[in-house]
């Protein structure tokens, strides 16, 4: 059994209360930040710790921290971004469903150390009953004396409210983020300035996954240097996988960053194989925008290593032959999947959930999903591939958020490393719209080139 | 004259006071889903307008945020709106056969409603329940690991839940 620091008492019965929370030892790590420690400590433990930022991009938290400005007079706030959106990604909505006071006790701890007096959490629209679990825990929290004014006697004061979007994808960049947390659109805003200096209501502002900000409890509890102890290199700590498509076993595993990505699929802690008896195809394993890998890299390097289940070897290799952490989404497909059309439905999300602020990526998007519809309704053409190919690599980079990246990875990937069912499916065309294209070689062990 | 309850008025302050002064923008979202819920399942202009009155916005400033946001109705819909996921995770579990099966039971396709008014159809893109799928929203709450079996029941809830409301 791995280590689990967030969710180790996730299954205790009514720990969404405040009474056994507390009870389970919750709420220490705000005594102890508050009574023994001043802020700029807090700050120091989070770096020590080597904690990346868990919604996707695995930023430093406690460099993102730092960079925070902190002008005489002007309000700072800490917002959590609650907005999960990521294809395969439902590992927040268990934290904050299962253990809501992790996430509370996460951001006054969080607040005390950047000197944030009001926090948000802003809240995918869609997870309406949510809401009512958190707003309760606050309320909770506010009758315990570890909210409002003057916590624990310290002369800190903080509130926490939340904030529901409405169905916006684009919401999770934090950003667009800000701008709906101000009542707009959710345009993403050009950078710099970052939030850290021009956020909400143009003061410094930090946004954090909901994760991060929860690993914070153990980190101030355990102290940073033996929460950095945990995993693999840059690898620090416990991640959240939210585990899906055809395993026998979907859901959320914390996992220490130890295991291989195979002991991760095959093991009965865990998702416990593929259903169905069926064979492993292809995985996503860091959310839909991550490219997408065939069985055999995804389970072995390049280099012919055991790939594991830790920001770098799910990186090893690149884009050419890898794939990234991502925000831990977990999406395994089988044998009978076909990934032109899991590939479509991906493009047809980006193009539903872009903007539509630069070019590249609202003609893009809908270009691509048009395409991989010609093409898995068996009227696309041979040159369709590299106009794909084309169009994606024009998005990428070329757009004010990372969304426009996120649409043209999953693509490109797709196309990489299963050009050849793109290609069947076209030359194909009838036997296609029976039957999908299946294994193949994509399990095959991989040549490892020897090198001198 | 469109106007909230006195309870749902108290509720529109509440929101207002989760910002700073002068910040009641902030509440434009919320608020747009409070009156949506209270107005029919949907957002009019006369909705909007009242809402840009309440938070003291121009009415564009409501219109260009309910344009945006893919849970605001800009349209009149069923009773009971069946929002399906069909993306990545959801369609490898199967979500295109439960939409094929609502369209069979009850002959609506995406973005229609049933003759009767008590159901709309319509597909979503990821909500976050990928593990559990396929599944849809209705409401406030989540289907999940939905079946033929399961919408079969959920539909006969609906309809009794009408039916009782009629009498």
Not at chain 1, 183 to 211: H, M, Q, S, Y
Not at chain 1, 342 to 362: D, V
Not at chain 2, 42 to 66: F, G, H, Q, R
Request: with cysteine; net charge neutral.
């Amino acid at each position: 059994m791995g280590r689990k620091l967030l969710l180790d008492k996730a299954h205790i019965e009514n720990i969404r209360l405040y009474d056994v929370y507390r009870r389970e030892g919750g709420y220490r790590s705000v005594e102890k930040a508050l009574k023994t420690m001043s802020p700029d400590a807090v700050t120091e433990e989070v770096k020590k710790s080597g904690l990346r930022g868990r919604g996707g991009a695995g930023f430093p938290t406690g460099m993102k921290w730092s960079f925070l400005a902190k002008p005489e007079g002007v309000p700072r706030y800490l917002v959590v971004n609650a907005d999960e959106s990521e294809p395969g990604t439902f590992k927040d909505r268990y934290l904050m469903e299962f253990i809501p006071h992790l996430l509370i006790e996460g951001m006054i701890t969080s607040s005390f150390a950047l000197g944030s007096n009001r926090a948000y959490i802003y809240i995918r629209g869609e997870y309406a009953w949510i809401v009512d679990i958190l707003e309760q825990a606050i309320q909770e929290a506010k009758n315990n004396g570890f909210l409002g004014k003057n916590i624990l006697g310290s002369g800190f004061d903080c509130e926490i409210y939340v904030q529901r979007g409405a169905g916006a994808y684009i919401c999770g960049e934090e950003t667009a983020l800000l701008e709906s947390l101000e009542g707009k659109r959710g345009n993403p805003r050009i950078k710099p300035p970052f939030p850290a200096v021009k956020g909400l209501w143009d003061c410094p502002t930090v946004v954090n996954n909901v994760e991060t900000i929860a690993a914070v409890v153990p980190i101030i509890n355990e102290g940073g240097e033996e929460y950095a102890k945990i995993g693999i290199g840059k690898s620090t700590g416990t991640k959240l996988i939210s585990a899906c498509g055809n395993i026998k076993k979907q859901g959320v595993y914390e996992i220490d960053m130890t295991i291989s990505v195979e002991e991760f699929i095959y093991s009965d802690e865990y998702c416990g194989g593929i259903a169905n008896g069926r064979k492993l195809k292809a995985c996503i394993p860091g959310g839909s925008s991550v490219p997408i890998l065939p069985a055999n890299l995804l389970l072995t390097t390049a280099k012919g290593e055991k790939r594991m289940m830790t920001y770098e070897s799910l990186a090893d290799g690149g884009f050419a032959t890898g794939s990234m952490m991502g925000s831990g989404g977990f999406i395994v497909l089988d044998d009978t999947q076909c990934v032109v059309k899991h590939t479509y439905t991906l493009a047809r999300f980006y193009r539903h959930e872009s903007c539509g602020q630069c070019s590249p990526c609202r003609e893009g998007t809908g270009w691509m999903e048009k395409i991989l519809l010609n093409i898995e309704n068996g009227k696309g053409k041979m040159s369709d591939i590299d106009l794909l190919w084309d169009i994606q690599r024009k998005i990428e980079g070329n757009t004010i958020c990372p969304l426009g990246d996120a649409a043209a990875w999953p693509v490109a990937a797709a196309i990489r490393h299963f050009r050849d069912e793109f290609e069947w499916h076209i030359t194909n065309a009838d036997e296609a719209q029976r039957r999908n294209y299946g294994l193949m070689h994509y399990a095959d062990p991989i040549h490892v080139p020897v090198t001198a | 004259m469109m106007k909230f309850s006195d309870d749902k008025l108290k509720e529109v302050q509440r929101i207002i006071n989760f910002y700073p002064d002068g910040k009641q923008k902030s509440a434009v979202i919320p608020v747009l889903h409070l009156a949506q819920q209270e107005f029919g399942g949907w957002l009019s202009t006369e909705t909007m307008d009242y809402v840009a009155s309440l938070l003291k916005l121009a009415p564009i400033e409501v219109y260009e945020v309910a344009t945006f946001y893919s849970m605001y109705n800009l349209k009149p819909v069923g009773k009971y709106m069946f929002e399906v996921c069909q993306t990545g995770p959801c369609m490898l579990n199967g979500s295109d056969d439960i939409v094929k099966y609502i369209y069979d039971k009850l002959g609506i396709k995406p973005g229609e409603t049933s003759a009767d008014g008590l159901f709309t159809l319509k597909t979503v893109e990821c909500l976050g329940a990928c593990g559990y799928a396929p599944m849809m929203q209705m409401g406030k709450n989540y289907r999940e690991h939905l079946t033929k079996e399961k919408v079969d029941a959920i539909i006969n809830e609906c309809r009794n839940e009408a039916t009782a409301i009629k009498n």
